[in-house]
């Protein structure tokens, strides 16, 4: 089925994060925003031109916006990945979808619907299972004293869900999905290259740099799937099947990386999928056409 793009599409980003946790190692994070960023831009551009769309858009202060809160994000994923083990940094990512219910939420108590909000108890329950699973995530990262590497990645997911909407917002206004992820890409390149001149740039060694090339080649190939997955494909299956981009990195970083992960972390890896999956159902009622989240 359509559908299984995004299975393809979860193995792009979780093989992604495999080459950053290798490049990791020699490159410091905003190097690997910058060329993923750079790459990106580079490949999208090729894209639009081949499907003839513009790269000319008439609400300019919107992809500013989006590529602010995307940059973040991905930085402190990047960050995360590197510094966690790779299915816990791709789990607290995937909170996204918990936290775009609790926003509903919170919008819904501050416009002082208390009636509604009265009626939105399941969505309340997904909300508490999937920081009950955040806990469970942190606890071994604190014994490891990767707290604040654990915290870095939670705050990742929390920018993928403001992304999420500002994403949905472009899309309501018609923007094309190619030029949202051009400028995005530019977006990450110029504050992967700002934030290059206070910190320096590391020297290339060979074969380490050679991780750079598939971390923006396997992004562009995972959101190209992702959007096609989206586009022919049922809406509600296709956001669950991105949660099979947990197993993924969870299947690399046992085999490559040796990660060892107590009980009560993939207990609570599988609760925030969970949660995850209904809070999805839940919003799939009030807003039947998902976009694509990007990395």
Same mark, same amino acid.
């Given at each position: 089925m359509?559908?299984?793009?995004?299975?393809?599409?979860?193995?792009?980003?979780?093989?992604?994060?495999?080459? #950053?946790?290798?490049?990791?190692?020699?490159?410091?994070?905003?190097? @690997?925003?910058f060329?993923?960023?750079?790459?990106?831009?580079?490949?999208?551009?090729?894209l639009?031109?081949?499907?003839?769309?513009?790269l000319?858009?008439?609400?300019?202060?919107?992809?500013?916006?989006?590529? #602010?809160?995307?940059?973040?994000? +991905?930085?402190?994923?990047?960050?995360?990945?590197?510094?966690?083990?790779?299915?816990?940094?791709?789990?607290?990512?995937?909170m996204?979808?918990?936290w775009?219910?609790?926003?509903?939420?919170?919008?819904?108590?501050?416009?002082?619907?208390?009636?509604?909000?009265?009626? %939105?108890?399941?969505?309340?329950?997904?909300v508490?299972a999937?920081?009950?699973g955040?806990?469970?995530i942190?606890?071994p990262? #604190?014994?490891?004293?990767?707290?604040?590497?654990?915290?870095?990645?939670?705050?990742?997911?929390?920018?993928?869900?403001?992304?999420?909407?500002?994403?949905?917002?472009?899309?309501?206004?018609?923007e094309?999905?190619?030029?949202?992820?051009?400028?995005?890409s530019?977006?990450? =390149?110029?504050?992967?290259?700002v934030?290059?001149?206070?910190?320096?740039?590391?020297?290339? =060694?060979?074969?380490?740099?050679?991780?750079? +090339?598939?971390?923006?080649? @396997?992004?562009? +190939?995972? %959101?190209?799937?992702?959007?096609?997955?989206?586009a022919?494909?049922?809406?509600?299956?296709?956001?669950?099947?991105?949660y099979?981009?947990?197993?993924?990195?969870?299947?690399?970083?046992?085999?490559?990386?040796?990660? %060892?992960?107590? @009980?009560?972390?993939?207990?609570g890896?599988?609760?925030?999928?969970?949660?995850?999956?209904?809070?999805?159902?839940?919003?799939?009622?009030?807003?039947? %056409?998902?976009?694509?989240?990007?990395?």
């Open positions: 359509q559908a299984s793009w995004m299975i393809l599409a979860s193995l792009f980003f979780a093989s992604m994060s495999v080459c #950053i946790k290798f490049a990791a190692s020699h490159f410091h994070t905003f190097e @690997l925003v060329y993923r960023g750079l790459i990106g831009m580079v490949f999208m551009a090729t639009c031109k081949m499907q003839n769309v513009s000319r858009t008439a609400i300019p202060m919107m992809h500013v916006w989006r590529s #602010i809160i995307g940059v973040a994000s +991905l930085s402190a994923w990047f960050y995360a990945i590197a510094h966690l083990p790779l299915a816990t940094a791709m789990t607290l990512n995937y996204s979808g918990v775009v219910a609790a926003f509903l939420i919170g919008g819904t108590l501050v416009m002082g619907r208390l009636q509604d909000a009265s009626k %939105q108890g399941p969505v309340v329950l997904t508490i999937g920081f009950s955040v806990v469970m942190l606890r990262t #604190i014994e490891q004293n990767q707290l604040f590497a654990g915290v870095i990645g939670l705050l990742s997911g929390l920018g993928a869900a403001l992304a999420y909407i500002q994403v949905a917002a472009l899309g309501r206004l018609g094309a999905e190619s030029r949202t992820v051009f400028y995005f530019m977006g990450s =390149t110029l504050v992967g290259a934030a290059i001149l206070f910190t320096g740039a590391s020297a290339w =060694t060979w074969p380490e740099a050679l991780w750079l +090339l598939p971390i923006g080649i @396997l992004a562009a +190939l995972g %959101q190209l799937s992702m959007t096609k997955a989206y022919s494909g049922a809406t509600l299956v296709v956001a669950n099947l991105q099979s981009g947990i197993v993924f990195a969870a299947l690399y970083g046992l085999f490559l990386f040796g990660d %060892q992960i107590p @009980l009560i972390g993939w207990t890896m599988g609760l925030i999928i969970a949660s995850g999956i209904a809070a999805t159902a839940l919003r799939s009622r009030a807003l039947p %056409q998902a976009p694509a989240e990007e990395h």
